[in-house]
């Protein structure tokens, strides 16, 4: 983005104030996402963002790479604490049993059994009618049958 822009000048301002007088803003919930994600080199120094293993080295070309980067680095690291929440939620046994990977599943995207659908994903969410979810709503619970 050209230095000239409003947008720029903002976001040059914010991440000063955040960085040099610690002030809590945007630019601080974005410190942390890329902290999280590990572009921190990227935070640092944006300058980066140009050196990208490719001849082309377009704007077209720069966004494109760097877009494919940013969707594989966040898509694993919120797939890795997708999958260190569900193991540590016991309820959760079944859906791991059917569930491997944080991905859409086909059958979310099929239009022929609306209300096959509708039950699939209420067994698979833990919402369904059965006595294992029911017993859990009584005062006090009832004990779980292996």
């Known amino acids: 983005m050209e230095e000239s822009r409003l947008v720029k000048k903002v976001y040059i301002q914010s991440k000063k104030e955040y960085i040099f007088r610690h002030k809590v803003n945007w630019c601080k919930?974005?410190?942390?996402?890329?902290?999280?994600y590990g572009f921190e080199e990227l935070w640092r120094d944006e300058d980066l963002v140009w050196n990208i293993p490719r001849e082309d080295k377009s704007k077209e070309a720069v966004k494109k790479y760097w877009g494919n980067i940013s969707f594989e680095k966040?898509?694993?690291?919120?797939?890795?604490?997708?999958k260190k929440e569900v193991y540590s939620k016991p309820k959760l046994r079944t859906y791991r049993t059917f569930k491997s990977a944080l991905e859409l599943e086909p059958y979310l995207k099929?239009?022929?059994?609306?209300?096959?659908?509708?039950?699939?994903t209420a067994l698979r969410s833990g919402t369904n009618?059965?006595?294992?979810?029911?017993?859990r709503w009584k005062k006090p619970p009832e004990p779980e049958i292996e």
Do not use: C
Not at 74 to 82: L, T
Not at 110 to 120: A, C, D, M, Q, R
């Open 74 to 82: 966040v898509g694993k690291g919120e797939e890795h604490d997708w």
């Open 29 to 36: 919930n974005m410190h942390k996402i890329v902290q999280k």
């Open 129 to 135: 009618k059965l006595r294992i979810e029911t017993g």
């Open 110 to 120: 099929s239009e022929e059994n609306p209300v096959g659908t509708k039950l699939l």
